[in-house]
């Protein structure tokens, strides 16, 4: 008899703690935080972000010419330096994709390379002429002689981006 006493206490004593723990579990988990972002341009939510690789398929299904509206997160790979006024976003497959802002009307960050983004706007194919790809060059802190390699139009991933949400 007092075996069976014995176990039924030891029962208790452990789904007590069992059950403690799993409360302590509920706590952490009431405990986090959503995700804040610094916004600029439109004001844009995170919801119903496609992934940088999801964005990669609609990009390779465009033509020259083809627009779409997109919304996807992704990595930022650099920033112009001179004035937030551009940056490179990384897609999968060491792909890019550059993004400017709509109508000139807002810059990010120029500190913000490495940062998680969510961007929303017009997705494209863009014929970059030799000018203006030395000129980003140029904005990157290239060497001459880097920039000087440059001699040929290049097909290029651009989007222009109505909101920024830039991950805190």
């Keep these: 008899m007092r075996k069976i006493v014995f176990i039924l206490g030891l029962s208790l004593i452990f789904t007590a703690c069992k059950n403690e723990k799993s409360n302590k579990e509920y706590e952490v988990l009431a405990e986090a935080k959503p995700e804040t972002y610094n916004s600029f341009g439109a004001e844009i939510s995170a919801e119903n972000t496609l992934t940088k690789a999801e964005a990669l398929e609609k990009f390779n299904a ?16 650099s920033v112009c330096k001179m004035k937030g006024c551009w940056m490179i976003l990384e897609l999968p497959e ?22 998680e983004v969510v961007v929303e706007g017009k997705a494209f194919l863009n014929e970059m002429s030799v000018e203006d790809q030395k000129h980003y060059a140029e904005d990157e802190g290239k060497s001459e002689a880097e920039i000087a390699a440059i001699t040929a139009p290049e097909i290029t991933r651009a989007f222009i981006a109505e909101g920024v949400l830039l991950k805190e």
């Design 62 to 77: 465009l033509k020259p010419g083809d627009t779409l509206d997109l919304k996807f997160s992704s990595k930022i790979n």
């Design 94 to 115: 060491e792909e890019e994709v550059r993004v400017t802002f709509k109508d000139y009307g807002f810059f990010v960050p120029k500190d913000s390379e490495n940062t």
